[in-house]
């Protein structure tokens, strides 16, 4: 299950809102869809997951939507520390697939 | 808290082997099944395989199958990846990662900070 993540870049000012969105091409069953966000240097940190379900840890300020083959993060009020690279992942089944990823860039 | 510490990585030859190492703490291993997922140099993320939290299910990314084989001890709580026939293109961080539970379970909760492995001539 190939996912599209647009826009590839994101150039926002701190405060703002960014819209990520992930696209599948093919249905993601019970809407096993994560986002991890991935800042320099770092591992990837679990976000969300069940497409909208917050782990631990995560702010308020995040939130994910959607179903079917089209899902979208969201991120309000932006903080500094939120620019980074976000990947959506199906783990509906087996090959887990991630996107290409989205790079949140400070305007 | 969980760590997830990787080691083994560096550079090697192509066409050699070389096995990765993960130790697990600060969570029951045994319970959990584990996950290898790779990033090479400023590319994203890419899976490369599952082991189930009793090490008799596994699972393979395709384009890998054949010269991968993951396994794990829990009586030491560590997790290895062995890798074989080496390419240029296996370039890239490994990380070592937790699934959320212990069956077929695909979501990752935890990851460690990766080892850097460089295939080179």
């Known amino acids: 299950n190939v996912l599209t993540q647009s826009p590839g870049t994101l150039s926002l000012s701190p405060g703002g809102r960014a819209t990520l969105s992930c696209r599948a091409s093919h249905t993601v069953g019970r809407s096993l869809l994560a986002w991890y966000q991935q800042r320099p240097g770092q591992a990837p940190r679990l976000l969300i997951y069940?497409?909208?379900k917050r782990a631990t840890g995560t702010p308020d300020r995040f939130s994910g939507s959607g179903s079917g083959t089209d899902f979208t993060l969201t991120v309000s009020r932006l903080e500094p520390e939120d620019f980074a690279v976000y990947y959506c992942q199906q783990y509906a089944s087996s090959p887990i697939t991630f996107g290409q990823g989205t790079r949140l860039d400070i305007k | 808290q969980v760590q997830l510490v990787e080691s083994g990585g560096g550079v090697v030859q192509p066409g050699r082997s070389l096995r990765l190492s993960c130790a697990a703490s600060g969570f029951i291993f045994s319970n959990y099944a584990m996950h290898w997922v790779r990033q090479a140099p400023g590319k994203g993320l890419e899976w490369v395989g599952l082991?189930?939290?009793?090490?008799?299910?596994?699972y393979y990314t395709d384009s890998l199958k054949g010269r991968i084989s993951i396994s794990r001890d829990n009586s030491k709580n560590t997790l290895d990846l062995q890798m074989n026939s080496l390419r240029p293109e296996d370039t890239a961080v490994y990380y070592c990662?937790?699934?959320?539970?212990?069956?077929?379970?695909?979501?990752?909760?935890?990851w460690g900070q990766g080892t850097l492995l460089t295939v080179s001539s």
């Open positions: 082991i189930s939290y009793d090490g008799t299910t596994k």
């Open positions: 990662a937790r699934a959320e539970c212990g069956g077929e379970c695909f979501l990752i909760d935890s």
């Open positions: 069940d497409a909208s």
